[in-house]
C-alpha cells in the first residue's frame, strides 16, 4: 500500500475523457458502471490504426473499476473508439479529433477515487512499463506529467537524501517502513529524465528492526535535482522526494561522518560502487584505508586456551584466499566460515600444517591453515572479508583479519607468504595459492604501463642483432660487459645494445652510469626504463619490442662474455640451419666450473619436473659439455633467438612470478612451431647466477619459485615427458 494518500481531484470519467500525454501518445480514461473482471479492449472504427496500445484496470474507492489505456497512433486524425469493459451491454463510444487541441493529462484527475492499491499499480505500470514500451524516458512531458502524478498520491514524501558521488555515480539514501523487505523496482524521475537505479540496492533493517535503511546508486551525467525516488515491492510503494545538498560530497568525507556504518552497507558500497569504474574502484579502496575495521581475533593465548586469528584474506574475481593460524589445545573450534554476503555463510575448507610461534609470542605449538573461499567475485574490491569461527558450544565468533594491501605488489607478496615454502606443496598450490595469484599476476602486469627510452650515441642504422640485458638492483657487471663487448668487432658493427631497467627508482644512477661507459667504451647503448618493477618476462618483452635486429641475443645482467666471437657464433648456428628456433652457449661460474651446457627437466620421487642444466658444477673442459648438440632447452641468461620466432610465440610467457621457468616455457613454445634448441658448446661466457633476483622481495624463499615450477608442470607436463624420453633415447645412441 501507498505509505501516505495525497488530496484527490474532481473527475468524473463516466464518460470516456482523452488526454494528451505527450505529442505522440494519448491517454483514453473511462469508469465503466461496474467492477471490470475481464480485459478490457479499445478499437478504432474508422481506418485509422494505433501504433503501440496498453491498458491497466484500477480499483476504485466505491468497488468499481477504472479503465486507463495508453496508446500512440501511426498518424493523427479523427478517431471513432469502441470501449469495451467485459459484460454485455458495458460499452462505450467516443469520437475525437486529436489534429485539434487536446486537454493535457491531469494526474490529480486520473488518481482521483482510486484507492491506495490502484494508485501503487498505476504509478508502477506508468514508470516502469510504459515509459519503456512508448519510449518516453527522456520525454519532457512525461517526466512533467511522472512528477505530477506522484504529487497526486503522496503530496508530502519523506526525503532520499543523495550523501554521496564518485564521478558520474550518485548514492542515496532512505529509510522505509520496516515491511519494505523485498524492493522489485527503483526508479528516479527528475529533470534527467526517468531512470531505474543502477544493479542491487542495499535494504536492511535499521533501529532494532523499527525500519529499514536504504541505498542505491545511479549514474548521471547531470547534476540531479527537482525529483523523485519511487520503490515497489510486494508491500507497495514508497515515494521520496529528493534532497541533493550533499550529492557532490566525497564517498570517503560521507563514510567518515555517517553514524549509519552498518556492516552490510559497507559491503554495498564495496561490492557494487567498486565495480562501477577506476575512480569508483580506487574510491572504495581509499574508504577502507581510512576507516578500517578493527581486527578481530578469538581467545588469548596462553598455555590451556585457544586461539583463532586470520591474518590473510586476498579477495578476486574467483573467491578469496585466506590464510592464518589456530592454537586449540581444548578442542573447541569447529571450523571456520566466510561471510560472502549471501544468506548462509561458507565454509572454508582448511589445509593446515604444523607451526611454532616465536618466543616473543610464547613459543606455543600452532596450526597453521590456508584455504580458498570460492565466493566469486563478491568481495574482490573487500580489503577485510569478515569470517565466523564455529565453536563446539554452537556459538559463533566473528573474526576480522587486519587490512589487506591494496597496492598489487604488497598483494602478490602477501600471497606469496601464506605458506611457508617447506609447506608449498603442489595440493596447496592447486587447490589454493593458483586460484587467486593467476589474477593477481594478471593485475600486476597491467599496473606496469608502458616503458620509456633514453639512447647515448648514434644508434646503427641496421642491426643485425639486438642484445637485450634486463637490469634490476645490480649493476655491478655492466662495466665488464660492455668491456668485452667493445672489443667485438663483429658485435660492434652489427649489435644494438638495450638495456632495460626494471627498477625505474634507480634511473638517474644507471642513466648516469651509461653515460659515462658509452663515452668510455664507444659502444651506443639505448636504456628502457619501465614504469614501474615488472620482473624478468616483462622486461625482456619491453626490450623486444623495441628492438631492431633480425635476432635477439637474451643477456642477463651478471653474463660477461670471456672472448669475443660468441654472439656471431650462435648469430651463424641460426643462419645456417632455420630449423633452430634457440642457441645458448657454456655458461661458467667464477671458478670455472659449468653452470651450463643444455638445460633438461628431471623429476624427483614425488612426480615433481624441474629444470636442471646438464653438467652443472664439472670442469670447464669437460669433453662432452664442450659437443655442439640439440637439448630440450637453453637458459634464458644467455639466448639467441630470431625476433621472427620470439613474436610468434608471444615473448616470454608473463603470469610466472618474478623471474624463473619462463626460459624453458620459451623454448618449449618454440618447439611448437617445429623448431630445435640447440646448444653451442665453443661460445663461453661467465655467469654469475641470481645475483639480481635475491634482490626482489616477492621471490620470498622459494616460494615464487614452487609456484612457478607448478604452473610450468601443469601447463608443459606432457610434452616434457615425451621430449625427455627421446632426450634418453639420443643419449644412448650416442653413448653406444
Not at 458495458?90 to 484527475?109: I, K, Y
Not at 523496482?185 to 535499521?206: E, K, M, S, W, Y
Not at 584466499?321 to 573447541?332: A, F, I, N, S, Y
Not at 648516469?512 to 625482456?540: I, S, T, W
Request: with cysteine; net charge negative; proline share 4%.
Amino acid at each position: 500500500m501507498l505509505e501516505t494518500l495525497g488530496k484527490y481531484a474532481e473527475a468524473d470519467f463516466e464518460s470516456p475523457q482523452i488526454y494528451q500525454l505527450t505529442s505522440g501518445v494519448c491517454l483514453l480514461v473511462w469508469d465503466p458502471p461496474h467492477q471490470v473482471n475481464a480485459a478490457p479492449r479499445l478499437e478504432e472504427q474508422t481506418t485509422s490504426s494505433f501504433g503501440s496500445i496498453a491498458s491497466v484496470r484500477l480499483a476504485r474507492l466505491d468497488g468499481r473499476s477504472r479503465i486507463v489505456w495508453a496508446f500512440s497512433l501511426k498518424e493523427k486524425s479523427r478517431l471513432d473508439l469502441k470501449l469495451t469493459a467485459g459484460a454485455i451491454g458495458s460499452e462505450a463510444r467516443l469520437a475525437v479529433d486529436v489534429t485539434q487541441s487536446v486537454p493535457a493529462a491531469d494526474a490529480f484527475a486520473i488518481t482521483n477515487g482510486l484507492s491506495q492499491a490502484a494508485c501503487a499499480v498505476f504509478v508502477t505500470t506508468f514508470l516502469n512499463a510504459w515509459s519503456g514500451m512508448f519510449r518516453l524516458s527522456r520525454s519532457r512531458r512525461f517526466v512533467d506529467f511522472a512528477r505530477e502524478l506522484l504529487r497526486s498520491v503522496n503530496d508530502t514524501p519523506p526525503v532520499v537524501e543523495f550523501v554521496a558521488s564518485v564521478g558520474t555515480v550518485h548514492i542515496l539514501e532512505t529509510l522505509l517502513n520496516s515491511d519494505s523487505a523485498e524492493i522489485q523496482t527503483a526508479v528516479l524521475i527528475g529533470d534527467f529524465g526517468i531512470q531505474r537505479l543502477d544493479g542491487a540496492g542495499c535494504n536492511v533493517p535499521h533501529n532494532n528492526g523499527r525500519n529499514r535503511l536504504y541505498l542505491g546508486s545511479v549514474e548521471l551525467h547531470q547534476r540531479p535535482q527537482n525529483g523523485f525516488l519511487v520503490l515497489a515491492g510486494a508491500w507497495g510503494l514508497a515515494i521520496r522526494r529528493m534532497a541533493v545538498e550533499n550529492a557532490g560530497r566525497s564517498l570517503s568525507s560521507w563514510w567518515g561522518t555517517n553514524s549509519r556504518k552498518l556492516p552490510e552497507v559497507r559491503d554495498y558500497l564495496i561490492a557494487e560502487i567498486g565495480k562501477r569504474s577506476e575512480e569508483a574502484e580506487a574510491a572504495v579502496l581509499n574508504m577502507q584505508s581510512n576507516e578500517p575495521l578493527a581486527a578481530r581475533r578469538h581467545g588469548s593465548l596462553a598455555e590451556s586456551t585457544s586461539f583463532c586469528s586470520v591474518e590473510t584474506a586476498l579477495a578476486g574475481e574467483a573467491g578469496v584466499l585466506v590464510g592464518g593460524w589456530m592454537r586449540d589445545p581444548g578442542k573447541t573450534y569447529r571450523g571456520i566460515d566466510i561471510l560472502s554476503g549471501t544468506d548462509a555463510p561458507i565454509p572454508l575448507e582448511l589445509m593446515t600444517f604444523d607451526g611454532v610461534l616465536p618466543e616473543t609470542q610464547g613459543g606455543y605449538a600452532i596450526k597453521r591453515f590456508v584455504a580458498f573461499a570460492p565466493v566469486g567475485g563478491s568481495l574482490r574490491l573487500n580489503l577485510q572479508p569478515r569470517f565466523e569461527l564455529r565453536l563446539a558450544s554452537g556459538e559463533r565468533a566473528s573474526l576480522v583479519p587486519p587490512p589487506q594491501p591494496s597496492d598489487i605488489c604488497e598483494v602478490r607478496a602477501k600471497a606469496l607468504s601464506v605458506a611457508t615454502p617447506r609447506h608449498m606443496s603442489d595440493e596447496v598450490v592447486s587447490g589454493c595459492l593458483s586460484h587467486i595469484l593467476s589474477e593477481i599476476q594478471e593485475r600486476f602486469r597491467h599496473s606496469v604501463g608502458a616503458p620509456k627510452e633514453i639512447t647515448f650515441g648514434a644508434m646503427l642504422t641496421n642491426p643485425t642483432v639486438s642484445i637485450v640485458i634486463p637490469l634490476y638492483k645490480v649493476f655491478d657487471f655492466i662495466k665488464a660487459q660492455l668491456a668485452t663487448f667493445s672489443t667485438d668487432s663483429w658485435l660492434a658493427e652489427n649489435a644494438e645494445i638495450i638495456f632495460v631497467l626494471d627498477s625505474p627508482q634507480q634511473v638517474t644512477h644507471v642513466e648516469d652510469l651509461l653515460a659515462g661507459f658509452h663515452l668510455l667504451y664507444g659502444l651506443p647503448l639505448r636504456l628502457v626504463v619501465m614504469e614501474r618493477n615488472g620482473g624478468y618476462a616483462l622486461a625482456c618483452n619491453a626490450g623486444a619490442e623495441a628492438a631492431r635486429g633480425r635476432y635477439l641475443a637474451m643477456i642477463n645482467s651478471d653474463v660477461v662474455p670471456i672472448e669475443a666471437g660468441w654472439l656471431e657464433q650462435l648469430c651463424a648456428s641460426l643462419m645456417m640451419d632455420e630449423q633452430i628456433g634457440a642457441v645458448g652457449g657454456k655458461l661458467l661460474y667464477a671458478d670455472n666450473a659449468i653452470q651450463h651446457a643444455g638445460l633438461k627437466f628431471i623429476q624427483d620421487d614425488k612426480g615433481r619436473w624441474f629444470n636442471h642444466h646438464y653438467f652443472k658444477g664439472f670442469p670447464r673442459q669437460f669433453p662432452e659439455a664442450s659437443s655442439s648438440r640439440e637439448v630440450p632447452g637453453v637458459t634464458g641468461a644467455c639466448m639467441v633467438l630470431a625476433k621472427e620466432d620470439f613474436d610468434a610465440v608471444g615473448g616470454f610467457t608473463n603470469d610466472y612470478i618474478v623471474g624463473d621457468y619462463e626460459d624453458s616455457d620459451l623454448c618449449l613454445k618454440l618447439r611448437k612451431l617445429n623448431r630445435k634448441i640447440c646448444y653451442i658448446g665453443d661460445a663461453e661466457l661467465y655467469h654469475f647466477e641470481r645475483v639480481s633476483i635475491r634482490k626482489n622481495d616477492d621471490y620470498t624463499g622459494g616460494v615464487a619459485s614452487q609456484y612457478n615450477r607448478w604452473l610450468h608442470q601443469s601447463r608443459w607436463e606432457e610434452d616434457i615427458v615425451a621430449l625427455m624420453g627421446a632426450a634418453a633415447l639420443r643419449e644412448e645412441g650416442s653413448r653406444a
